[in-house]
């Protein structure tokens, strides 16, 4: 693994569940692996999980850690080759990346969506130019088209709380006041792929996934129908992908309740809006996984770099 982007690093789930399992028994077991290596985490967007849980981890293996804000606070970068740059962007990625590269080992880059056109954002333009200049390790912290540090801590939320061979898992859809990114969802759905489980997705029409990501699984479009005896309800809502990142429907009826629940535990990656994508009942019942899920974000963390560490 050269770097951390995508699920597909992952050849067994269930082996790197387990592995993180064990980790988290025993945080500091590996402590002497990071001495002498440092950590940057570029910040794009906002983040309170993602910025504190990756240090956390970090801190585990003895390494240390810069963050920047680099969104708010670095050069506008350009990423085009050839550019004649005597506009607003300041500075080119090919600098940038390779510049970063000489103060750290590993670097941790947030760069979510757009949501103005999704060529743009399936290109992944900040993760792939760093990845190619830098020359160092690279891990996805969420990127335009997947969050796949959020979906390893899910998984191993799920395998901590199942008690069934094959749990039924349902994605659905809630509403929200402003567009979000997919990349949440696809994550979630490309980790469910990984696992033998009963996986139903269920969102309002018009708000189907990307097709290729959601191949052979059974969406919904009746929440009620699809949550019926369902053990883990993961909610998240994204903004359409047909009518490329646009709010088309707000029906507050999606919002999950502790009636539409029944018995199954809930799971959201947080930030969650309360009471308007899930009720209060619903995140202050015992039924409520976010916080082990935002705990597991640490061991997720701690086992990619961990496994980038062992390859330097
Ligand atoms: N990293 C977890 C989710 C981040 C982002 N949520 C948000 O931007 C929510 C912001 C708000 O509620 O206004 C998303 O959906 O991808
Ligand atoms: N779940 C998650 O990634 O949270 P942050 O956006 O706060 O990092």
């Known amino acids: 693994m050269k770097h951390f982007l995508s699920l597909q690093e992952i050849q067994s789930l269930p082996s790197w569940v387990s592995e993180a399992v064990e980790l988290k028994k ?3 077991r590996d402590h002497a692996l990071g001495r002498g290596k440092v950590l940057c985490l570029l910040f794009f967007n906002n983040s309170l999980r993602t910025r504190l849980s990756t240090q956390k981890a970090a801190l585990h293996l003895g390494m240390e850690v810069m963050v920047m804000n680099f969104g708010s606070e670095g050069w506008l970068l350009e990423y085009e080759d050839g550019t004649i740059m005597d506009q607003g962007k300041a500075e080119h990625v090919r600098e940038a990346a390779q510049v970063i590269a000489q103060y750290c080992d590993i670097v941790g880059i947030r760069a979510f969506a757009g949501l103005k056109d999704r060529k743009t954002d399936e290109a992944e333009q900040t993760l792939t130019a760093f ?3 830098a020359g160092i390790p690279v891990v996805n912290l969420e990127s335009s088209v997947g969050h796949p540090l959020q979906a390893l801590a899910d998984a191993i939320t799920i395998a901590e709380h199942n008690t069934r061979k094959r749990p039924k898992i349902v994605l659905s859809w809630a509403p929200h006041p402003r567009p979000l990114p997919h990349a949440v969802a696809n994550s979630f759905v490309e980790m469910m792929k990984k696992q033998d489980v009963e996986f139903v ?3 309002p029409e018009g ?3 990307n097709p290729e990501i959601r191949q052979g699984i059974t969406v919904e479009h009746d929440q009620a129908k699809a949550m019926e005896g369902a053990d883990f309800v993961y909610t998240k809502n994204w903004s359409s992908f047909t009518d490329y990142g646009q ?7 999606w919002m999950v309740t502790m009636e539409k629940l029944g018995k199954a535990r809930f799971m959201h990656c947080l930030p969650v809006r309360r009471n308007v994508v899930v009720e209060d009942a619903v995140l202050n019942s015992p039924q409520s996984l976010v916080l082990a ?6 061991y997720s963390a701690q086992l990619v770099l961990k496994k980038l560490l062992q390859q330097l």
């Open 131 to 133: 990845a190619r200049y």
């Open 26 to 28: 025993d945080p500091y």
């Open 247 to 253: 709010v088309i429907n707000q029906d507050k009826n």
């Open 207 to 209: 708000y189907d996934l």
């Open 201 to 203: 997705i269920t969102n």
């Open 293 to 298: 899920q935002a705990n597991n974000r640490t």
